[in-house]
């Protein structure tokens, strides 16, 4: 993935630098394929949702049950049609102790 954002970087693809630069500071995830089926062989050992803005990905991905976030707009992320949603781990509060 990250020889992939390089080679983008260098042909001009202005988002590929600083998304280049926010995926070396990510852990690598070693696999037995490579590019899209890299993608989903980790994403299936790791039960990790996947964010694609590539079609064909999020396509071939919701087909495996993995589940897939998509960019809508410039800020937002949506998860896509026909994944399974993907779980929020959220903190739940302890109860306050009485008054009294």
Avoid: I, W
């Avoid at 992939?4 to 988002?15: D, K, M, N, Q």
């Amino acid at each position: 993935m990250l020889a992939e954002l390089a080679r983008l970087a260098v042909r001009g693809v202005a988002p590929a630098a600083p998304a280049a630069a926010f995926a070396r500071r990510l852990r690598t995830v070693p696999t037995r394929s490579r590019g899209d089926a890299a993608v989903l062989e980790a994403a299936r050992r790791l039960n990790a949702t996947v964010v694609t803005a590539d079609r064909e990905l999020a396509r071939r991905l919701g087909e495996a049950g993995v589940p897939v976030l998509v960019p809508r707009g410039r800020q937002t992320l949506a998860r896509r049609a026909g994944t399974t949603p993907p779980t929020l781990r959220t903190r739940r509060r302890s109860a306050a102790p009485p008054n009294r």
